[in-house]
């Protein structure tokens, strides 16, 4: 079982900045492959940058080179560094673990990109 608690979301101004954090409880955090997704209103849930557990990361293409992705096993957090925020960043953003075939998930952190 793994139990996943998001935090660091709130209400930034476009361009500005905000780092998303996700802490998990379990003994098999650093086996694990990590993610950040999101749901704007009205849209699908979608991934928007990953991390497996030897540290390769991904992005979806509308946030690279502003997000960054990182973990810390010692901890067992996941964060998301978020830069050049715009208003269509504006979701929940979901922490993700997957274990095998089965997906654990936080239950969200609001950002909201608006002047």
């Known amino acids: 079982q793994v139990q996943l608690v998001e935090s660091g979301g709130g209400l930034v101004q476009p361009g500005g900045s905000l780092r998303l954090s996700c802490a998990a409880s379990?003994?098999?955090?650093?086996?694990?492959?990590m993610g950040w997704y999101r749901q704007a209103p009205g849209k699908q849930r979608e991934l928007v940058s990953g991390?497996?557990?030897?540290?390769?990361?991904n992005y979806v293409d509308s946030v690279a080179g502003r997000f960054t992705i990182f973990r810390n096993n010692d901890k067992n957090t996941v964060s998301l560094a978020m830069n050049s925020l715009k208003p269509e960043d504006t979701a929940v953003y979901y922490c993700?673990?997957?274990?095998?075939?089965?997906?654990?998930w936080g239950k969200g952190t609001l950002v909201t990109v608006s002047s």
């Open positions: 993700n673990a997957q274990l095998g075939p089965r997906p654990y």
């Open positions: 379990t003994s098999i955090f650093s086996l694990l492959d």
């Open positions: 991390i497996t557990s030897d540290g390769n990361t």
